[in-house]
């Protein structure tokens, strides 16, 4: 089932969308965040990726208190740190609150910002099993006035997966550098692949190079991998 639901937080609401596999047994759940672009296509085929493999799967509409008339790529410059941590708060609580989720098992994910995202969020909310990242940046700004996500790295109490691109520039291989020894020098237990011939965005189909398209599918298989070990 793909659908839109409403979360109820403070006096708004956070439309989620949402892919609910069935199965029998209470089972692991993803919050995803998404990239510049929201919930578009590309995000959809993630989704469609992961609920194929059993997964439930949750994007929260960070851009649902941007005015509707903002173009989709200019409303990344209208977020805040605190709000998106509070929306990605919700989605995990109408997540565990649900009989198809196990509660400890539920991993924070995203692209591109949604990995900046998804840093950000394990860094500020103990409650999650694994954090996966793919070519997040910006780690070092601050959307607001609260600590930046390389200031709370060190409070991450889960696995993190990351998946960078050599080519990329934002973040630089000196960027994943840093992100790297903080995340070493506080033991957060984590693993980061790196792709020589890959820049930002290679999992988006769009990006048709033979070396992205190989540097996607790869990435594919470890996160799979790494859902499996760690959430089952």
Known sequence: MREFVSIAIGKGQVPVYLAAPER????????????????DDFTKT??????????????????????????????KALLSDREVVADVAA??????????????????MGHC??????????????????CIVYYGGSVNRSWGDGPTPFETLRNIDCPVLGFFGNLDKHPSPADVDQIDAELTAHAVPHVFHRYPDAGHGFQNPQHSAPA???ASEDAWEKTLAFLRETVG
């Open 212 to 214: 992205e398209r190989a």
């Open 24 to 39: 029998g047994a209470p089972g692991a759940a993803i919050v995803l965040l998404f990239h510049r672009d929201g919930i």
């Open 113 to 130: 910002m949604g990995g900046r995202m998804a840093l950000l969020a394990a860094g500020r909310l103990p409650r999650f099993r694994a």
């Open 91 to 108: 989605t995990a609580d109408f997540l565990c609150a649900r009989g198809d989720v196990a509660a400890d098992r539920v991993v924070v």
């Open 46 to 75: 993630v989704v469609e990726r992961l609920a194929g493999q059993g997964y439930l799967v949750a994007v929260p509409d960070v851009y649902h208190r941007c005015p509707s008339e903002t173009p989709p790529k200019e409303r």
